[in-house]
């Protein structure tokens, strides 16, 4: 028996948990803590472990590179998008009140976009750094 | 190994002051993250180090002491720990813990200052993180090593 | 006896100027970012502990609690967090492009390279 089976397993078993629990902090931040920076960090968390027991190819197979470097500049653009919007709505750049009807819910629906965009870049970011050390890694290897 | 030990020692220390988001995000990084990053660099250059003589580190010394003792006499001003009447408490703080629920109506005080009373705020530490990844990418490459030779292009005749 | 009551500036204090010292005393580059992550540390501790309201609690809203700790300071904290280790990680980008360009990462050797480059320039 391979001596890695049981971390596979168990990584097989764990790495959709902390994808979803990722997604349940970044959504639910209004009520507990939580919030974009948090629910980025541990999404990148996942895929590394992911890379640590599967390698390099296969992660990149799922998540490539290019995405990765697109999906971090997309977080940022939703960001200041929201903002824009505000100012086409009535308001100040980032005033959310003039996003709906009700004031509160033109609130949470711009602290969600831009909670969400903050999350984007933060995993993305992070992601692409482990990519480039490992790739580093691996050129020095050949 | 330590350095996670010290992250996580720092969370514990973040939940006793009350700052559960500060702890959240301490522990998500210090033991996700981190120790990544440290394990990598030490893996692309050498994990030994040269064994140095103390004569240089006598001034390094005496320079922290200093340094320390002045900072030690510099907090003698500032009010006690967790005082209700020192200043962080008294300007725009208590505006914030008051009226965020009714203007912003969101339960969780700290993103609401972090999204919408500091928004701007926020977008500049967006922009410095996406910084520091496109700083990353120009000083190590893209990690899209290849060995597979590329297939020839087809040329239309 | 009421400087008693800073003990946790001093706290602060020790942990700033270990890793101070890290930074200046060490020659491995990778050591002084270590030390470099110690002082960050150190500075996220002093404002937290300035955040903290006698008999509050955290900062979020529940029925019938009143009295709340400092939420401002967290945001602060929250985004320097991870630019931190957003830039830990420029640093030792920087570090391991060094150790191919000069050979080693002790501070005294690069120097001494860098030195010689110049005699023979």
């Keep these: 028996m391979s001596p890695h089976i049981v971390l596979r397993v168990g990584a097989k078993v764990l790495i959709p948990v902390i994808l979803l629990f990722a997604l349940y902090i970044q959504f639910h931040g209004e009520y507990s803590p939580g919030g974009g920076f948090q629910a980025g960090i541990i999404f990148a968390a996942a895929i590394v472990l992911y890379t640590l027991i599967f390698g390099l190819d296969a992660v990149q197979r799922a998540v490539p590179p290019v995405a990765v470097h697109l999906l971090s500049a997309v977080g940022a653009l939703l960001y200041i998008g929201v903002g824009v919007w505000a100012m086409f709505a009535g308001g100040n750049f980032l005033e959310y009140k003039v996003l709906a009807a009700d004031p509160h819910t033109g609130e949470t629906a711009g602290i969600i976009l831009i909670e969400l965009g903050v999350g984007i870049t933060v995993a993305a970011v992070v992601i692409s750094l482990f990519y480039s050390f490992a790739g580093r890694t691996r050129e020095q290897e050949n | 190994m330590l350095m996670g030990i010290f992250s996580l020692l720092a969370a514990s220390l973040y939940v006793l002051l009350d700052a559960v988001d500060v702890a959240l995000t301490e522990a998500a990084v210090g033991a996700g993250v981190s120790i990544i990053l440290m394990l990598g660099a030490l893996v692309l250059t050498t994990s030994e180090e040269k064994v140095h003589d103390a004569k240089h580190n006598l001034l390094a010394l005496v320079v922290v002491l200093i340094t320390g003792g002045a900072l030690i006499y510099g907090t003698m001003d500032m009010p006690n720990f967790a005082d209700p009447q020192a200043p962080a408490h008294q300007h725009v703080a208590p505006r914030y813990v008051q009226d965020s629920v009714d203007e912003i109506g969101i339960p969780n005080m700290v993103t609401s200052v972090l999204a919408s009373y500091r928004g701007l705020d926020t977008l500049g530490e967006v922009l410095v993180i996406f910084s520091a990844g496109v700083a990353v990418l120009l000083l190590l490459g893209a990690g899209t090593y290849r060995r597979r030779p590329r297939p020839p292009r087809k040329r239309l005749k | ?121």
């Design chain 3, 1 to 121: 006896m009421e400087w008693l009551g800073l003990y946790n500036y001093w706290v602060v204090v020790v942990l700033m100027m270990a890793g101070f010292y890290v930074v200046i005393a060490q020659g491995n580059l990778i050591k002084k970012i270590v030390g470099l992550n110690i002082f960050q540390t150190s500075v996220f501790i002093f404002y937290i502990s300035l955040s903290k309201l006698e008999g509050g609690t955290a900062p979020i809203y529940v029925e019938g609690i009143t009295a709340y700790s400092n939420p401002l300071p967290h945001v602060l904290i929250l985004t320097a967090i991870v630019v931190g280790v957003a830039l830990t990680a420029v640093g030792l980008a920087l570090a391991v492009r060094i150790h191919e360009a000069y050979g080693s990462i002790e501070e005294d050797e690069i120097q001494a390279q860098d030195e010689e480059d110049a005699r023979n320039a």
